[in-house]
C-alpha cells in the first residue's frame, strides 16, 4: 500500500493493484486474485453455521440442566447422610430413655419419672416426623436384612420356626435406610440360623 500525496491533508490508502467492487465476481480480471463467494454457497455456509451453533446452545443448555439436577440430588444425599449420622449418634440415648421408662413403670408419683416420659415422647414423636422408623420385631418372622440373631431358642408346638421369640435391642430404619439392625432371639427348630 501507498500514501496517495495528490489528496492533501487526508492521506488515504490506495492498493497496489485494482480494487474490487461490489458485485465483482471471482475471474473478472478488474478483481485480480481476490476470491469472492457466489451468494447461494454463502447463504449455505452460514445457513450450516447457525445449524451448528443451535446445536451448540440446545447440547450446552442440557449439560447445563443435567449439572444442575446432579448437584441438587448430590445435595439432598448429603443432607440425608449427614441427618442418618446425627441420627446413629442419638440410638443411645434413646435406648437410655427406654430403660428409664421401662424402670419407673411401676412407680406412678414420681414427677421426675413422669417427665422423662413426656421427654421420650416429645423426642420421638419428632424423629419420627424426620424419618425415623422403630423396629421392635418380637413375634414377626425373623429377616436377616432387618435383625441381627444373638440368640436361639429351640421351636415348639407353640412356638413357630425363624419367628423372633425376643427382642433384646430395637432396631431403627432412617428414611427407608437401614442405621442398626434389631439384636434379636429366634426360635430355630434346627438350633441354629
Not at 41 to 69: G, M, P, T, V, W
Not at 103 to 112: L, M, N, S, T, W
Amino acid at each position: 500500500m501507498i500514501e496517495n500525496k495528490d489528496v492533501g491533508e487526508n492521506p488515504e490508502l490506495v492498493a497496489d493493484g485494482p480494487v474490487a467492487e461490489v458485485g465483482d465476481v471471482a475471474g473478472n480480471p478488474r478483481t485480480g486474485n481476490l476470491p469472492l463467494e457466489i451468494p447461494v454457497e454463502a447463504i449455505r455456509r452460514l445457513e450450516d453455521e447457525l445449524a451448528e451453533l443451535r446445536d451448540r446452545q440446545l447440547r450446552l443448555a442440557a449439560e447445563y440442566d443435567n449439572f444442575r439436577k446432579r448437584a441438587a440430588r448430590e445435595r439432598d444425599e448429603l443432607t440425608a447422610r449427614s441427618q442418618a449420622a446425627l441420627v446413629v449418634r442419638l440410638l443411645d440415648v434413646l435406648d437410655d430413655l427406654d430403660r428409664v421408662v421401662a424402670g419407673g413403670a411401676g412407680q406412678a408419683g414420681d414427677v421426675v419419672q413422669q417427665a422423662l416420659v413426656l421427654i421420650d415422647r416429645k423426642l420421638r414423636k419428632e424423629l419420627e416426623a424426620s424419618g425415623l422408623e422403630r423396629l421392635d420385631p418380637a413375634g414377626q418372622p425373623f429377616d436377616p436384612t432387618l435383625h441381627e440373631a444373638v440368640a436361639v431358642l429351640p421351636a415348639g408346638d407353640d412356638r413357630p420356626d425363624h419367628v423372633v421369640a425376643a427382642t433384646f435391642q430395637v432396631g431403627y430404619r432412617f428414611k427407608g435406610t437401614l442405621i442398626r439392625p434389631a439384636r434379636v432371639q429366634v426360635y430355630s427348630a434346627e438350633g441354629h440360623l
